[in-house]
């Protein structure tokens, strides 16, 4: 059963005090870790002004784990730059890479792992076999590639059942709009990573937000692995 991951994205962050604000949620995080509660500690999404902030955190916060949601062209030009930079996950676009294996493998080459993101827009079928066995890791987008604060686009949400019926232990990702008005629709269809923003960096207790969407997560895993057990 994949594990629930938590990853609060930056984009929602205060990018004036970006090193302090991964080193607090570092530090959240460790404390929750300490309770059972596991979680990415950094999100970022990437446009090409955007690899240089990643050494200064980095070098805030040593162990940090940058999961990097490429949302540019050519994303094969920024592989070594994001590596070079300390990023332990590169996600990048199937829209701005009709043939992603050459890239996944060069992020491969490079020590990180490869994630595959379609944007609303683009059917799961467009994600072949061939492809998703390649990457680590798979992302639907709830919201179009941007900007913080987006709405959540529900229907999306099919694509996560999709594919999570095709590939049962594989890392699936939602981003966009997720927060607890809608993690559980992202859970139930089969989600097991999650990407909040707003809903961690604008909450009072970001703790207790972390923990409800880890909950709704693990919860809907195991039903779908009691589901799958009974097939």
Known sequence: MPRAI??????????????????????????????????????????????????AVKKGVPDIFMDCHMMVSD????????????????????EAAPDPLPIVKHIHDRGMKAGLAI??????????????????????MTVYPGRGGQSFIERCVPKVSELRARYPEKDIEVDGGVGPKTIDVCANAGSNVIVAGTAIFGAQEPENVITMLKASVNSAQAKIAAARAVQ
């Open 6 to 55: 938590i990853s609060p994205s930056v984009l929602a962050s205060d990018f004036g005090q970006l090193t302090a604000e991964c080193k607090a949620h570092d530090q959240r995080r460790r404390r929750m870790a300490a309770h059972g509660c596991h979680g990415r500690p950094f999100r970022a999404q990437y446009y090409p002004w955007a690899p240089p902030s990643c050494p």
């Open 75 to 94: 994303p094969e030009k920024w592989v070594d730059d994001i590596a070079d930079a300390g990023g332990a996950l590169y996600c990048f676009h199937l």
């Open 119 to 140: 944007s609303p827009d683009t059917p799961a079928s467009a994600i072949t076999d061939e492809m998703a066995n390649a990457v680590d890791m798979l992302l639907v």
